[in-house]
C-alpha cells in the first residue's frame, strides 16, 4: 500500500555540484528532501522529482507526494491551492 503527505514548498538550496534541498512543509512540521548526484551522499528524491518541486517555491501550487511500501517517493501530484476565504467568496458569489 502506498502513502502520501500533502503540503507546499517552502524553501530550495540547489548548489553548484547539482544537489538540491528542498524543505517541505505538511502537517505543521518541516521534511527536508533532497537530491544527489554524487552515490556516495544519502539522496532519497529521484532528479526529476526534485526539479518539480523546487519549481514551485513561491508559487500558489500545492504537492502531494506519494511513496513505495519502502519510503522511497514514486511520484508526485500538483495542484492550485487556495486559501479559504476565496473558496468562501466564490460559493457566495455563485448563490447571487
Do not use: W
Not at 30 to 50: C, G, H, V
Amino acid at each position: 500500500m502506498t502513502s502520501s503527505i500533502f503540503g507546499e514548498v517552502i524553501k530550495v538550496r540547489k548548489f553548484t555540484n547539482g544537489d538540491i534541498e528542498i524543505d517541505f512543509h505538511h502537517e505543521e512540521k518541516i521534511t527536508e528532501y533532497r537530491y544527489s548526484a554524487d552515490p556516495i551522499k544519502t539522496s532519497n528524491f529521484p532528479k526529476n522529482l526534485a526539479e518539480t518541486l523546487a519549481l514551485t517555491l513561491d508559487t500558489n501550487i500545492c504537492i502531494e507526494i506519494f511513496f513505495h511500501d519502502d519510503g522511497t517517493p514514486n511520484y508526485i501530484e500538483l495542484e492550485q491551492c487556495g486559501n479559504d476565504e476565496d473558496e468562501y467568496d466564490d460559493d457566495q458569489n455563485e448563490e447571487l
